[in-house]
């Protein structure tokens, strides 16, 4: 039987590899992983896309200016930042399965540090993020959306970078809910927090909802992402509104992800 004093020194003699153990392959198989779910895909890279096709094109009045653009540009930013959400919050969560199938108690046993761990998950998130940006904004470029040639750039780069306060909230979720199926309770609500904030249904000024949106997770960057596209100063509102919820959502996961380290 093995010794407390012999287990110590197993311990002791555990190899310390560099970077916490987070290299390239390991990035790799996560994404190779990640990407093998067919769920994930279609809610991140088919679903924004055929939102766009149908509220984007469909309309009739895609082609009508605004700003620096048109209809159909405003639209794909707003599609394109939905897919950036569903995908850094589905990112995040993968590691509710893993813990659910008891994956994450298995990696605890290699050299692989917990912050790696974490950086590894943070860095697929915003992978699969950038991915769907990437797909919707090809979409409408070879449709009807318009936009001055800086813009394609900008208002990319925002929504992708915006959209790590849902990478925070997926692994916020992915530690809160132990369950499998955690995308599929998270849906609805991510779908919520989109109407909430403005993402499909521009909001009146002055009206009460535009007011309650403000305190919503999506306000300010939906707000910060149009924004180069319709000509809008911007509001140091939003930057304080998505400096909160990315504080709130990060605190969450830190918090939840130190009690679940602690049980093992």
Do not use: C
Not at 191 to 214: E, H, K, N, Y
Not at 235 to 248: K, M, S
Request: no cysteine; charged share 10%.
């Amino acid at each position: 039987m093995t010794t407390a004093t012999e287990a110590n020194t197993y311990g002791a003699e555990r190899t310390v590899v560099p970077l916490g153990g987070f290299n390239t392959t390991l990035l790799r198989l996560e994404f190779r992983r990640l990407t093998r779910n067919r769920r994930t895909m279609i809610f991140t890279l088919v679903m924004p896309v055929v939102f766009f096709l149908v509220f984007g094109l469909g309309q009739g009045d895609d082609d009508h200016g605004i700003g620096h653009g048109n209809v159909a540009a405003y639209i794909m930013i707003s599609m394109a930042l939905y897919g950036a959400m569903l995908a850094t919050t589905s990112g995040g969560a993968m590691v509710s399965i893993e813990r659910a199938s008891g994956w994450s108690r298995q990696l605890r046993l290699t050299p692989l540090t917990p912050v790696a761990y974490i950086a590894v998950k943070l860095i697929m998130a915003m992978l699969l993020g950038l991915v769907s940006i990437l797909v919707v904004y090809v979409v409408g470029a070879f449709t009807s959306a318009q936009m001055d040639g800086s813009l394609w750039f900008t208002t990319a780069l925002i929504a992708w970078l915006g959209s790590s306060i849902f990478a925070a909230f997926g692994l916020f979720m992915g530690y809160l809910l132990p369950s499998e199926n955690v995308m599929q309770l998270l849906g609805p609500g991510l779908a919520l927090l989109a109407f909430g904030g403005g993402l499909f249904v521009p909001l009146t000024d002055g009206s009460v909802w535009a007011t309650i949106a403000q305190f919503t997770p999506m306000f300010g960057i939906n707000a910060l992402a149009h924004a180069p596209l319709t000509g809008n100063s911007i509001h140091w509102t939003w930057i304080v509104n998505i400096l909160v919820w990315f504080a709130i959502f990060a605190g969450g996961a830190i918090w939840r992800f130190q009690r679940d380290t602690e049980r093992v």
